[in-house]
């Protein structure tokens, strides 16, 4: 298994930009996809963005699609979120995830993630 760890959160203004990082011990990061997932105050989870286990594959929600960029170095066992172009509506608690690849649920729910890190706040001021 694996142990998600993010950072990287911050407060910036809106249009500002971020860099997610995500480092995840254990086995065989590669073998995992990896997800974000975030939470504004007072809304469910939500889905972000996955990138599979190779990177070869990318997958967006609407609402960040052309402003957020996810990408993996499995040489450190790390993910990433560049996150351009932030909007006060991108404030929320950034969750890193990592799914099996034997999990029959798509990427872009959460049952698919068995391991799950404690999240980094990500605050965009307008």
């Known amino acids: 298994q694996v142990q998600p760890v993010e950072s990287g959160g911050g407060l910036v203004q809106a249009g500002g930009s971020l860099r997610l990082s995500c480092a995840a011990s254990g086995r065989t990061f590669s073998s995992y996809t990896m997800g974000w997932f975030r939470q504004a105050p007072g809304k469910e989870r939500e889905f972000v963005a996955y990138i599979a286990r190779s990177g070869s594959t990318t997958y967006y929600a609407d609402s960040v699609k052309g402003r957020f960029t996810i990408s993996r170095d499995n040489a450190k066992d790390t993910v990433y979120l560049q996150m351009n172009s932030l909007k006060p509506d991108d404030t929320a608690l950034y969750y890193c995830?990592?799914?099996?690849?034997?999990?029959?649920?798509?990427?872009?729910?959460?049952?698919?993630?068995?391991?799950w890190g404690q999240g980094t706040q990500v605050t965009v001021s307008s």
């Open positions: 995830a990592a799914r099996s690849y034997y999990n029959p649920y798509d990427p872009t729910l959460q049952q698919a993630y068995a391991y």
